[in-house]
C-alpha cells in the first residue's frame, strides 16, 4: 500500500489545487478514501460466496421481488463483512495520525493528534486513563465478537436442520422391486450352459445402474 506521508500529501495538494477549504468535510472524506479498500474487500468476497449459492434467484422464484429478495435474504447474509469491514475501517481511521495532520484544518483535533500534542509536555495521567479505556473497549469487543461466533446461526437457509437428512434414504418397496427385477431378468437369459455367463453380465450391468 501507499505510505501514509505520501497519501497524505498527495491529499493535501490535491485540496489545495481545487481550492477546497480544509475542514471536517475535508478530513472525512480523506478518511473515507482510506477505509474504503478494506470495506470493499471484505464486502466483495462475501457476495462472491452468495452468487455461488443462487439464493436470491431462489426467493425470486418463490415470488419476492428483487428488492424483498435483496432485503431479507441478500442483506442478511452479507451483514457479517460489512460489519467486519466497518469495525476494520474504524480502527484504521481511528488510529491514523499523518493524514489527519496534514488534512485537518484549523480549530480540527482528532484524538490521535491530541495525544501528540500531549506528548509533547511527558505522560500526564489523561493519557495512562486513555490508554486503558481503549483497551477495555478492545477486550469488550473481542468477548462480544466471541461470544456472537459461538452462537449458531439460525437464519442462516443454507445451514441444515438438525435430524434431517439431505439426501432422502431408499425406499425398501425400491429395492425389492429392483430385486424382483434382477431375478427375473436373470432367469430369462440363456440356456443352462451360458447360464453363469449371464448372470454375471446381467448383475455386472445391473451394478453399474
Known amino acids: 500500500m501507499m505510505p501514509e506521508v505520501a497519501l497524505g500529501v498527495g491529499i493535501l495538494s490535491f485540496l489545495i489545487r481545487v481550492g477546497y477549504e480544509l475542514d471536517f468535510a475535508a478530513l472525512a472524506c480523506a ?3 482510506i477505509c474504503l479498500p478494506y470495506t470493499v474487500a471484505a464486502v466483495r468476497a462475501r457476495l462472491v460466496s452468495l452468487q455461488e449459492s443462487s439464493l436470491e434467484e431462489a426467493a425470486m422464484d418463490l415470488g419476492a421481488t428483487e428488492f424483498q429478495a435483496f432485503v431479507k435474504v441478500t442483506l442478511p447474509l452479507a451483514m457479517p463483512a460489512i460489519i467486519s469491514g466497518a469495525l476494520l475501517s474504524f480502527t484504521v481511521s481511528f488510529e491514523d495520525f499523518v493524514t489527519s495532520f496534514f488534512v485537518a484544518g484549523i480549530g480540527i483535533v482528532t ?3 491530541k495525544i501528540y500534542s500531549m ?3 511527558g505522560v500526564t495521567p489523561e493519557i495512562n486513563a486513555l490508554s ?3 483497551l477495555g473497549a478492545t477486550l469488550l469487543l473481542l468477548a462480544l465478537n466471541a461470544a456472537l461466533a459461538a452462537r449458531p446461526d439460525e437464519g442462516d437457509p443454507r445451514r441444515p436442520r438438525p435430524g434431517r437428512s ?3 434414504a ?3 418397496g425400491q429395492q425389492e422391486t429392483r430385486r424382483q427385477e434382477r431375478d427375473r431378468v ?3 437369459t440363456d ?3 451360458t447360464e453363469g455367463i449371464g448372470r454375471r453380465t446381467v448383475q455386472t450391468r445391473l451394478g453399474r445402474h
Open 166 to 168: 439431505r439426501v432422502p
Open 191 to 193: 440356456p443352462p450352459e
Open 186 to 188: 436373470i432367469a430369462d
Open 111 to 113: 484524538m490521535p493528534i
Open 132 to 134: 486503558v479505556c481503549l
Open 119 to 121: 506528548m509533547k509536555f
Open 170 to 172: 431408499p425406499h425398501s
Open 31 to 33: 478518511h473515507a478514501l
